[in-house]
Nanobody, 124 residues
Framework: QVQLVESGGGLVQAGGSLRLSCAASGRTFSNYGMGWFRQAAGKEREFVAASWSRAYYADSVKGRFTISRDNAKNTVYLKMNSMKPEDTAVYYC????????????????????WGQGTQVTVSS
């Protein structure tokens, strides 16, 4: 079992930066594939970034966002640079135990655990 808690959300101006953190409680954090998703008001939840065998990014954030993890601290991060108003959303941390070839880093239903989300607002 894993419990995820996101933090670091807030208000930032367009072009600015913000770093989100996701603290995880679990037996072996390093064995989990981690992902970030977001959901804007009135829209469906979408994939943002993931850390499985390597880092993966949605085209909309590639080159601007960076996912990283510190297994010793049981924490995954999402560094967001050059932020745009369209980045405004609730950001969710997700985890999947022991990802395999039949699961996908960009598919919501392939994650076992989810955090409660943290609001990110980017002003224009």
């Amino acid at each position: 079992q894993v419990q995820l808690v996101e933090s670091g959300g807030g208000l930032v101006q367009a072009g600015g930066s913000l770093r989100l953190s996701c603290a995880a409680s679990g037996r072996t954090f390093s064995n989990y594939g981690m992902g970030w998703f977001r959901q804007a008001a009135g829209k469906e939840r979408e994939f943002v970034a993931a850390s499985w065998s390597r880092a993966y990014y949605a085209d909309s954030v590639k080159g601007r966002f960076t996912i990283s993890r510190d297994n010793a601290k049981n924490t995954v991060y999402l560094k967001m640079n050059s932020m745009k108003p369209e980045d405004t959303a609730v950001y969710y941390c997700a985890a999947r135990y022991s990802p395999n070839s039949g699961s996908y880093y960009y598919t919501q239903s392939d994650y076992n655990y989810w955090g409660q989300g943290t609001q990110v607002t980017v002003s224009s």
